[in-house]
DNA sequence: ATAATTAACATGTAAATGCATCTAAAATGA
DNA sequence: TCATTTTAGATGCATTTACATGTTAATTAT
């Protein structure tokens, strides 16, 4: 049985753990030219739809604010990483499907960011910051 | 021994985990009318420290951009929360210290922001959702 | 000692965020 | 069917962020 404090001790570590993985991919990223994680996670869950995602449906999986993503779409189709096209069957919505381009652009993210993962996770083993989380289970 | 593989799926799992959990509790302590997490966290390291701070060390500590670091504080010095006294023996830099007012707020928002870490890992580790991490260990 | 470099913090400015609001199109229901 | 409500998405606007740069003080090197 795990008490409060375990919980408590386990978000911490969760939260600081991935606070700095998270902003040490960001960096590198923006050092090497490409754009932030949001936009990864966008491409991401874009390619992995062949068919397309309507946006209310990407922002509320990727909790984003809805005006701010709104924004961002435009923005990433203005780059030409996705095209938004009218949805079929519903007049007020919109389709959004990866570009080539878009496509290219995460492969190339990719390459950097899952060095991080890569390094940053086995770090957080080296130093025992998944400690907390594994005792929430005794 | 664990895998490439096996870091990238603790990874996923340990950011969307720590993602939600932090969108809902800042949702909750908006809707109650108090600041976000973060403003949260700065309040959090001045409390454990007695003798106040300085802003490098805790924009660091907390991975801030320097130049929004200095604007939070500014802006948490206008609402009382902290002080900013010259940094005896350092004619540059400046002490941090947090106020009584700012005391106050810190325990009000960890009412709200304690509930949700405690239902958010319990539903996580009800999820599975630590397994990822629990696996890299085997 | 003094000149050159580095460090701490602030600020100008452009871009991003998020709340409130708007428009247009479904869905609901009387 | 026609009026009401709800939903999808965009946009105006005030706040926030982050890069670049400025200012002042400490440190280092000559």
């Known amino acids: 049985m795990s008490g409060f404090e375990e919980r408590e001790a386990a978000w911490i570590a969760l939260n600081q753990t991935r606070t700095r993985l998270f902003s040490r991919a960001e960096r590198a990223l923006v050092a090497a030219g490409f754009p932030r994680l949001h936009w990864y996670d966008v491409l991401w869950e874009l390619e992995r739809a062949p068919d397309g995602l309507r946006p209310k449906q990407l922002e509320q999986q990727l909790l984003f604010d809805q005006s701010s993503f709104s924004r961002q779409v435009a923005r990433m189709a ?3 990483l996705l095209t938004r096209h009218a949805a079929a069957g519903d007049g007020r919505g919109k389709v959004l499907r990866i570009t080539d381009e878009g496509r290219t652009l995460r492969r190339q993210m990719w390459d950097i960011y899952r060095k991080h993962i890569d390094e940053g996770i ?14 929430l289970n005794d």
Not at 126 to 133: D, E, S, T
């Open 78 to 80: 203005e780059d030409g």
């Open 122 to 135: 086995a770090e957080a083993q080296k130093l025992g910051a998944f400690a907390p989380i594994l005792n």
